[in-house]
């Protein structure tokens, strides 16, 4: 497959077929997400899988995801947004329990971050996240080449999320991805159409 073509391929997935996810796939798409460029050459990415239930729902617990969502009040939080952006977040924010839970497979991508984020101070001391999400990409357009889809979710409760998976303290948590088969259901959101010509400036902002 062509990159353009699994570019183009990949997109946000929230609802996942009951489906098991092989092990080769997923050897194959870490093994090309460590391709990914590092900031320092070394590459300081941990990837945990999770498949059981138990832990699933304790990361549900964690991020505190298990409490009751008011449509109604959640709409009149976005009723100002632009409506691409309130689709999603009226699309995604309801899911986030059922994706972590129905998902074969969560990863939790770990990196090793240059400060703590509490002492970070400059963009340049976020060239480790920089280097993650480089990693990310990586897995997911690997995924996508075998028709597997993922959503990316930052937590919220990095420390309590760290203590139940017993991550070292010096590292931190990149992103929480379910992974899995598309739901034959599964909505797929619009993208916000970019004109390139006008984001595209030469020798300085004009």
């Keep these: 497959m062509e990159i353009r073509e699994v570019i183009e391929k990949r997109r946000t ?19 090309n997400a460590f391709k990914a460029p590092s900031y320092n050459h070394l590459r300081e990415w941990d990837f945990i899988i999770v498949k059981s239930l138990e832990t699933k729902l304790k990361l549900v617990e964690s991020e505190n995801l298990n409490k009751e969502i008011r449509m109604d009040e959640l709409a009149k939080l976005f009723e100002n947004e632009e409506l691409i ?20 497979v969560v990863v939790i991508v770990v990196f090793k971050p240059k400060k703590t984020i509490n002492k970070v101070d400059r963009i340049y001391d976020l060239n480790c996240v920089a ?13 996508a080449e075998h028709d597997i889809y993922g959503v990316t979710y930052i937590p919220q409760h990095t420390g309590k999320v760290k203590k139940m998976l017993d991550i070292p303290e010096e590292l931190e948590i990149a992103a929480i991805i379910p992974i899995g088969y598309k739901a034959e259901n599964a909505k797929i959101l619009t993208q916000k159409e970019i004109n390139i010509s006008e984001r595209i400036h030469y020798e300085r902002w004009k």
Excluded: G
């Design 13 to 31: 997935v929230r609802d996942f077929k009951h489906e098991e996810i092989s092990t080769e796939i997923l050897k194959y798409s870490i093994e």
């Design 131 to 143: 280097s993650a999400w480089c990693c990310i990409e990586n897995f997911l357009l690997s995924l």
């Design 85 to 104: 952006k309130k689709e999603m977040y009226l699309d995604a924010i309801p899911k986030q329990n059922k994706m972590i839970l129905n998902a074969p």
